[in-house]
């Protein structure tokens, strides 16, 4: 019930394109929904992220997709670049954004993003 | 300013060796937690430090698996008598506090090689 799983492994992209990654969770008690970025030889960086009183919240080119009734969210990032190339990670937590909710993460996707 | 230091970058053993990987957190961040990456998969919590509290051991997978805290900064996480399945990628994070929204800072990780 802790899992947090995601899809593609892989994905790969053209220039200008749009990336679409997915999550899914099965606990109810999570309430907070990040999504991290990693460069080869770096460790993961917070990109976005989501509490599930909305159902969408938009940075620059990333938006997160929330459904809570689905229990499933996703990372769209419009006209992709080559510089997005890098694995990426969603992740659930609980703690009511009051205490300590440990981060559970997804297996990860790769994403290229040809020129 | 400085973000999370870990060393060393890589590490490579023999197997039933014992290893002790370091953490510098960020300063003046008050939580600390230590994860797990194998290839291809996603981050694995191990422990989480808060403050002068009890940690959060859940995720240590045996008891060859070790992490003290001194002073509330410095972390060391001790992988005793290692074994092959220990190889992977660990990675130091953490918060300026205790709570689940808190954004989790990554170090670069050390890379553990037992052979």
């Known amino acids: 019930q802790q899992q947090v799983k995601q899809s593609p492994q892989s994905l790969i992209v053209q220039k200008g394109g749009i990336s679409i990654i997915n999550c899914a969770y099965e606990n109810t008690a999570f309430d907070y929904f990040p999504w991290y970025q990693q460069f080869p030889g770096k460790g993961p960086a917070l990109l976005i992220a989501?509490?599930?009183?909305?159902s969408e919240k938009k940075e620059g080119r990333f938006t997160i997709s929330f459904n809570k009734s689905a229990k499933q969210f996703s990372l769209h990032i419009m006209d992709s670049q080559p510089g997005d190339s890098a694995t990426y990670f969603c992740?659930?937590?609980?703690?009511?954004?009051?205490?300590?909710?440990?981060?559970?993460f997804g297996q990860g996707t790769i994403l290229t993003v040809h020129p | 300013g400085a973000g999370v230091s870990q060393s060393p970058s890589n590490k490579v053993t023999e197997k039933g060796k014992d290893v002790e990987l370091r953490c510098d957190p960020i300063s003046g961040h008050t939580a600390l937690y230590w994860y797990r990456q194998s290839l291809g998969q996603g981050l694995e919590f191990l422990i989480y430090f808060q403050g002068n509290s009890a940690p959060d051991k859940s995720g240590l997978p045996s008891d060859r698996f070790s992490a003290e805290r001194t002073g509330g900064s410095v972390s060391t996480l001790t992988i005793q008598r290692t074994q092959q399945e220990d190889s992977a990628v660990y990675l130091c994070?953490?918060?300026?506090?205790?709570?689940?929204?808190?954004?989790?800072?990554f170090g670069p990780g050390t890379r553990l090689t037992v052979l």
């Open positions: 994070a953490s918060t300026p506090g205790p709570f689940s929204t808190d954004t989790q800072y």
């Open positions: 989501i509490r599930p009183d909305v």
């Open positions: 992740a659930a937590s609980s703690g009511g954004g009051t205490s300590y909710g440990k981060l559970t």
